[in-house]
T-cell receptor, first 114, second 116 residues
Framework: AQSVTQLGSHVSVSEGALVLLRCNYSSSVPPYLFWYVQYPNQGLQLLLKYTSAATLVKGINGFEAEFKKSETSFHLTKPSAHMSDAAEYFCAVFQNSGNTPLVFGKGTRLSVIA | NAGVMQNPRHLVRRRGQEARLRCSPMKGHSHVYWYRQLPEEGLKFMVYLQKENIIDESGMPKERFSAEFPKEGPSILRIQQVVRGDSAAYFC??????????????FGAGSRLTVL
């Protein structure tokens, strides 16, 4: 069964600093990987997805993530944090076989300090 | 093109009452998923449905919870005899089920259930 682990439930960065949110996955078959963002009292919005094409995936709002099979990782990065990036970020894995649902990590809350 | 619509956005129930949460998927989407989010936790999968069929209900509690997605109308998540531990945000998501976006879920804004 697939799973994801997000290291760090809370990450705090200064405005303009690099954002790095970590995600490691476990999957018995080549996975599809996703990052979603959740703003307070809202639903989840898709940031980006990896579906076995390019290993470096660019998403919305300047975020990107790199799929590293050797490290079973899919870390999310953004070169320069903005105050509006403060939100909860979820990594998720989808196993491309059968009808298994999307499995989420526990989330990482990003705080941006002015 | 409206997204995934969930209602009510907020629902307050007393212990022992029933809660019904509704979800209308995006136009053209035939697959619906329900997730539950508890404070400080991620999203836990509950159930996956297609029209008139439950595909995977491995995340549903064995008692008091049920879900349906009828041929006509929204998907409904029903919680009978609610208890305080049912207080959570319930999110619905939909996907087309096939094609390039088959595994991309679009989420609704959620229904927040509070049990007094």
């Amino acid at each position: 069964a697939q799973s994801v682990t997000q290291l760090g439930s809370h990450v705090s960065v200064s405005e303009g600093a690099l954002v790095l949110l970590r995600c490691n996955y476990s999957s018995s078959v080549p996975p599809y990987l996703f990052w979603y963002v959740q703003y307070p009292n809202q639903g989840l919005q898709l940031l980006l997805k990896y579906t076995s094409a390019a290993t470096l995936v660019k998403g919305i709002n300047g975020f990107e993530a790199e799929f590293k099979k050797s490290e079973t990782s899919f870390h999310l990065t953004k070169p320069s944090a903005h105050m509006s990036d403060a939100a909860e970020y979820f990594c998720a894995v989808f196993q491309n076989s059968g009808n298994t649902p999307l499995v989420f990590g526990k989330g990482t809350r990003l705080s941006v300090i002015a | 093109n409206a997204g995934v619509m969930q209602n009510p956005r907020h629902l307050v129930r007393r212990r022992g009452q029933e809660a019904r949460l509704r979800c209308s998927p995006m136009k053209g989407h035939s697959h619906v998923y329900w997730y539950r989010q508890l404070p400080e936790e991620g999203l836990k999968f509950m159930v996956y449905l297609q029209k008139e069929n439950i595909i995977d209900e491995s995340g549903m509690p064995k008692e008091r919870f049920s879900a349906e997605f009828p041929k006509e109308g929204p998907s409904i998540l029903r919680i009978q005899q609610v208890v305080r531990g049912d207080s959570a945000a319930y999110f619905c998501a939909s996907s087309p089920g096939r094609g390039a976006g088959a595994n991309v879920l679009t989420f609704g804004a959620g229904s927040r259930l509070t049990v007094l």
